[in-house]
């Protein structure tokens, strides 16, 4: 299983994505810091959000899809978990590409694991911390992080990192 859970299921949380990269990636995340195109190594990205107000399916499944493309092998097993809680869920049916992450997830990166926090307080700054103290650097200061100067919600890591007991 690659959606991880602590909490009790809620429509709210804060959420990590973590990325397989292969090979190495040229990336550019939209007018961030003027189109810059940032070189990564293979290993893991992560990404780190947050979906309040019963958004949290919708928002996950969202950036589990592609607008060119087919979807996230994860998508899949996304659906299939929120289901499996009674909740009545859809893909989009198209995507445009809007926030830092939707760049990062339209890569050949291949999303291969969701970390769910359920709960309506914002987690993501303690979420980033973690990930830095397990070894993940930072992309870019402000990338995914415009409620953060400073933060970055966009990290870097040769390997998996152990978010949860257990992943």
Do not use: I, N
């Amino acid at each position: 299983m690659s959606v991880h859970t602590h909490g009790t299921p809620q429509k709210s949380g804060a959420y990590v994505l973590e990325l397989a990269l292969e090979a190495p990636l040229e990336l550019s995340f939209g007018r961030f810091q003027g189109g810059r195109v940032f070189a990564l190594a293979p290993g893991r990205v992560y990404y780190v959000g947050s979906a309040l107000a019963g958004r949290l399916p919708s928002r996950l499944l969202r950036h589990a899809t592609r607008a060119a493309g087919p979807p996230h092998r994860l998508r899949a097993e996304l659906l299939r978990y929120f289901e499996g809680l009674g909740w009545t869920v859809r893909p989009p049916a198209r995507k445009t590409l809007h926030w830092h992450a939707d760049h990062l997830m339209e890569s050949p990166a291949e999303l291969a694991a969701v970390y769910l926090f359920y709960g309506d307080a914002p987690r993501e700054a303690f979420l980033e911390e973690a990930l830095r103290a397990l070894g993940a650097e930072p992309l870019a200061p402000g990338l995914g992080a415009g409620d953060r100067p400073g933060g970055s919600h966009v990290l870097w890591a040769p390997a998996p990192l152990p978010l949860l007991p257990g992943s």
